[in-house]
């Protein structure tokens, strides 16, 4: 019974593409993120929702959406994709005491 | 904007040595979490520190909350490999809406 899942693990595609990460967690947690990690390691947040509503938007190009059809899921669309968007893409969840529960990692490599 | 800066950046250790890693924010926290991300997986909570010079130990691994509530630190004792991975702190502002910070983190090779 995974908590937090990713679609898809590896995601490899051509510049311009346009492409979809998904993301669900069954901890029933009102608060869901999407960070970037980059090659160096360093994690950077670039989204939160809580409860379906955007509360945090830190400077990400327009390229990037988030989505939450719901509290349990919270889905990234990446237009145009550029070559500095490889990546590795973590989904996280977060329970009210703030501790945070992250998703396998979505590896993204743009050609 | 706030920014959590780890030292050192990496780490070799021979197994059974001692290791620490110290995590420092450029402003006050609420509290502050550690994450210990093995290579090629991804961050996974270890704990929380909320109160002023708060000192938390899970077997080996002793956190400290700084008095000022600015700075923490993550020591091993007695190094294993598999303690091999990067430790992440993550510091959360007061009043933020559960916004969290993570540091630069500290990537720990431990040599057998």
């Not at chain 1, 490899?12 to 947690?29: A, F, R, W």
């Not at chain 2, 509530?69 to 190094?79: D, E, G, V, Y």
Request: charged content about 20%.
């Amino acid at each position: 019974d995974t908590a937090v899942s990713q679609t898809p693990k590896y995601l490899v595609t051509q510049m311009g593409n346009d492409k979809s990460i998904k993301c669900e967690q069954n901890l029933g947690h009102d608060t869901m993120y999407w960070y970037k990690q980059d090659s160096k390691k360093f994690l950077k947040i670039m989204f939160s929702y809580n409860n379906k509503e955007l509360i945090i938007n830190e400077t990400v190009p327009n390229r990037f959406s988030p989505k939450s059809p719901d509290k349990a899921h919270l889905n990234l669309h990446i237009n145009s994709l550029e070559l500095g968007d490889s990546a590795v893409y973590f989904c996280a969840s977060s329970s009210l005491r703030g501790e945070q529960f992250f998703g396998p990692g979505t590896r993204l490599t743009v050609l | 904007g706030q920014q959590v800066m780890q030292i050192p950046q990496y780490q070799h250790v021979q197994e059974g040595e001692d290791f620490t890693t110290y995590c420092n924010s450029s402003t006050t926290l609420s509290n502050i979490q550690w994450y210990k991300q093995r290579p090629g997986g991804h961050p996974v909570f270890l704990i929380q520190l909320v109160k002023s010079g708060e000192v938390k130990k899970q077997k080996r691994l002793t956190f400290q909350f700084g008095e000022a509530k600015k700075n923490s630190s993550l020591h091993i004792t007695a190094t294993q490999t598999t303690d091999v991975g990067t430790y992440f702190c993550a510091g959360q502002r007061p009043g933020g809406y559960q916004k969290v910070t993570f540091g630069t983190g500290t990537k720990l090779q431990v040599i057998p």
